[in-house]
């Protein structure tokens, strides 16, 4: 058996009862809970782990997607299917399930870059309380959460995460005490979050109204174009506009991705501040029903203008050729509810009921050019370039969850956990190969160990070379690890000269 | 004395206690004087006050924070608000520009306005700091209050006091300004390209005009927001925030050192659980009215114009010919409040209690009713007026009823679907009122409820009185007491005939 080096594994539920389950509910996590405290009472393995209260708003924290899912539909297997092909020469990998809670573990031990992970909440090597009143939150492998949990260094959160083999593992605030200590405090003042890295969360099904080649939990490379221009978007926004250096990317392991900033001045923002922010980001408000969703104001802010301009060439690739939105009748209905003048509706109506299929891309360019033929004699040149605009920024513009970002207490998963439906590892992007990115391609768990125990199986060892090879040295993770570590090591750079300047300015507080 | 006391709020005296703090400057006690209006409370007090003064200020601005509060929640408009504010101010916490008075701000009465709204902050910031939830909503009303007084200040007193701030404010450049022009144009709403070359330009971090970045109304470049002067406001407000709430967050570290006070720490509590609901001490002229039919026989009509606890009483007492101790108390003391003799109140409780003999009235209940007027028990100097009428804060938080027991407030004790059925008994169908009702005490503002329903139930009449001239300031105060709400109710509709009081000293 590959990747056996683990013995004592807690046993959870089996994987097919996971699948079987609708997870979104939550007096079914209250369930778990309840079949947890059963377990603790029979006195297994997992008995000393502190169990957290659960709060119900705890149970909303998550700023990932699957809970989201009524069930792991069909087209989602396929689609998993189709992404991930049995490659790997060996056997035994593959057969493998990546919820089986080995192959979890042995991620953990052999894989997980827990080493960057501290450092980069750490921001030094030296262990301090950024890090060690910083809260983590585990997800059992049978769905009990435990939150406040907390480690002195990184070598001790690893500890603790091999023990406990948790499916994925949330990273929260730093708190004023060590989270464990929390219900020791005389009084509940003394105990509160101080600071966060800011984070955004960018999911695929908030497109799910203006996608038309995917819904719910699939995805295709044509819909991931919307998170690639919402990443450009607000990349862009937060270097120029808020002065923003270390932004890191992260693949939410589905459909999605995530934004962490770890710049001081990011990290101490409260929550009034990073609610304005995100205010400053958010555009597009309202559900499907809301009829026109962006109403802004002329002249454009610089950052609205700004993000137009990145956005117009995508708009006509992204969306128009791939997305092509309004081919059907009932679609271009839609287009046209959205354009100022009834004459020139009128006018285009006619021309594309006797051009049945007519594409997207034509009647975009349609709108112009029957405008200028004087179909309309009311038509408002100013209205009608307004209204194009704020069509452009409807279906491009980044759709922001924005209350993950509102608050310093949520927590949002960890990078580099696996993802529980899809088993990819939840990677850092590398935004100058932005569009290279490719989710569909990112490697899941069972291939990497499948990696691992091929390269052992080699037989390539360089002995007599001093260095050894890392384990993620030998799999396709390792362009990832690197992009992390250089990033991380970037981040300390900078935060030295800080460190230095806040030990000055703590000696002027009490 | 007291100034010894309130040292221990003084951060900055802790730096003495502390050697390792040495690097503070020594707080030198001085009387402070106030070269402006307007304050953003970064000084702690030093000189003296009294025990009286402490408390009585505390009480005025408490006063003020919970109108201002109620003025919230009843969704009134900024203008309203300061409509509803202004006169209250004036009567409470009055505070005069410089230009009112020959002497400027050398005028001693400025100067004993300006040291009231001081100390009176400090000591609310201190019986606020204790929780986050007071902690949180003393700083929204102080800011609110905060921002009420610098819109109406007068503009060059208010440029001159924005200058002594000393904020982290870059002017920026001439060159700058041209570079950016478009930008500043296109970021800033409601701005002539004129202005942009002509007026004053700030840079600031970001983080200082969180309103204008939130609604992006502002010029942002690399971590700097570009603010023109007259978004001045936007910024002082949010250094008054940033102020208040580390002095909050001091407040609330130094409080254990105050327990061992044992004549601050109950004012400081009274001063926090009044923040719920205000407490009023009721006097006469607030309750009775002076010529009004007041008798046995009269309180079946008068109780169109109870408050609904009292309502609700006197509906028992009629469905059961009888109520229980803490209901008889309640009630009582309440028409004892809007001027109802002893004699007559004797009637009226043999009266309703039809199924009882007079041997057992007398036995058990005529009593009670006599102590309660003050005509016995007690010691004697307690016995001049004997209890006082329940506020709606004691009527709130003392002795909740239990099963067959009357008294308490409807809106608190009662459930969703029985205080509904209640107020429906009344004559209130309004679907918007019940429904505003409900919110209100989803949210425990039972006194909001409370007022919410004399609003409506008075709409008319309010109009009227608005129309007629006859609507004084006072009677915008938001309701606190069964006994306000009675002779407001009364006065409305018969307040003409009877030649008002207007000074309802409280
Ligand atoms: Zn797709």
Redesign the interface.
Known sequence: MPHSTVTDAVVPSSPAEEDSVLPDAPLQALDYVKADENKTERGDSMSKAPYADIKVEDLFNDGDDEDNDEFLSSAAVEAKLESSPPAAPLPLAPLANFTDPEVMLAFYQRLFPFRYLFQWLNHSMKPSNDFGHREFAFTLQNDAYLRYQSFPTGDLLRKDILRLNPSRFEIGPVYTANPRDRKTLR???AF?PIAKELVFDIDLTDYDEIRTCCDKANICHKCWSFITMAIKVVDTALR?????EHIMWVYSGRRGAHAWISDR?ARD?DD??R??????LELIKGGAQSGKKVNV?R???????RSLDILKDHFQRDILEDQDPWAEPEKAERLLQLLPDKALNDALRKKWDSAPGRSSTSKWADIDAVAKSGASKTVDGKALLEAKQDIVLEYTYPRLDVEVSKKQIHLLKSPFVIHPKTGRVCVPIDTRRLAKFDPLDVPTVTELLGEIDEYDGRGLREEGEGKSTQDYEKTSLKPFVEYFRTYVAGLLRDEKGIKREREDDD??E? | MIRQDYNRIDPKRRSRLDHKKKQFAIPTYKQQDYPHRLNLYETPPTAEITLEQFEQWAIDRLRILAELEACSFRNKTPPETAAHITPLLQKWLPLHSNSSSSAGAQDEALKLERQKDHYSHFILRLAFSSTEDLRRRFARIEAALFKLRFQFDDARERQAFVESLQLDWEVVAEEEKRTLAADLVNATPGLRKQEVEDGGWFKVDFETVPELVETRRVFLKRGKAYVPVREQMSMVLAGFNERLDKGLQLAARALPRLDEDDRLTPILNHLSKNFATPDSTLSDSDSAIPGAPINAASIDALSQHFPLCMRNLHMNLRKNSHLKHFGRLQYTLFLKGIGLTLEDCLIFWRQAFKLITDDTFNKEYRYNVRHAYGDVGGDATRRGRGYSPFSCQKILTEHPPGSGESHGCPYRHFSGDNLTTLLQTTGINDRDVLKGVKEDVEKKRYHIACNRVFDFTHAAEIKKAKDEGSWSAGDNETLVHPNTYFKKSFMLANGAKLGRTDEMEM
């Open positions: 009084k509940s003042t509160r120029e506009d808020f002065g923003f001045r923002m009034q501040k609610k304005a922010l995100a205010g400053y104001k002249p454009l802010h610089p950052h609205l203008a000696a002027m009490f």
